[in-house]
């Protein structure tokens, strides 16, 4: 009799305790795929015109800058055009190595173009403070990238290179 009740006893406490454990495994999956931060984009007007697009020289002795998971150079889908960011030296007398990370963009010719396309327009402390992500091609000629001014807040901009001029930007927020 009492080896009986040994076995149910032991049978009482394994079942709940296997249960508890495996709730705990999958409420420990769960929470670490709700956190998942999502991006809220909203067109912003007033920085639909800020950019335009100038005709620079290139000069070698630039670097350039990497971007997530494609080394420096991101090419078009039709690979007609290459987009790239570029440090472009904008020393003051408090800090001589400052630089401004700067979108550029060419087409694919052989020779290599004489002339290579920059955007600029924003405002200069933004520009240097700001590191540029997301460069990516939207389509053959539509060139998207983004800038955060902190973790929460930032902005996307979309260019046309065939036309070389701004379409439009958003503002960017993070929403948990």
Not at 19 to 33: E, K, Q, R, V, Y
Not at 73 to 99: F, G, N, W
Request: proline share 7%; hydrophobic share 40%; charged share 25%.
């Amino acid at each position: 009799m009492i080896k009986d009740r040994g076995r149910l006893f032991a049978a009482r406490i394994l079942f709940p305790g296997v249960a508890l454990i495996i709730w705990a495994i999958s409420f420990m999956a769960t929470a670490g795929s709700s956190s998942a931060i999502q991006v809220r984009a909203e067109v912003d007007k007033e920085l639909a015109h800020i950019l335009s697009v100038v005709q620079v020289k290139p000069n070698p002795e630039l670097t350039m800058e990497p971007t997530v998971g494609k080394g420096g150079l991101v090419t078009s889908p039709d690979r007609k055009d290459s987009a790239y960011i570029l440090c472009v030296p904008l020393p003051t007398p408090e800090d001589p190595e400052r630089c401004a990370h700067r979108v550029h963009f060419e087409q694919n010719t052989r020779p290599r173009p004489v002339t290579i396309s920059q955007i600029r327009g924003e405002e200069e402390l933004e520009e240097v403070t700001r590191p540029v992500d997301r460069l990516k091609w939207v389509d053959n000629y539509t060139l998207s990238y983004e800038r955060w001014a902190g973790p929460h807040f930032g902005h996307r901009y979309v260019i046309d290179v065939r036309g070389k001029k701004q379409v439009t930007a958003y503002d960017l927020s993070n929403v948990r």
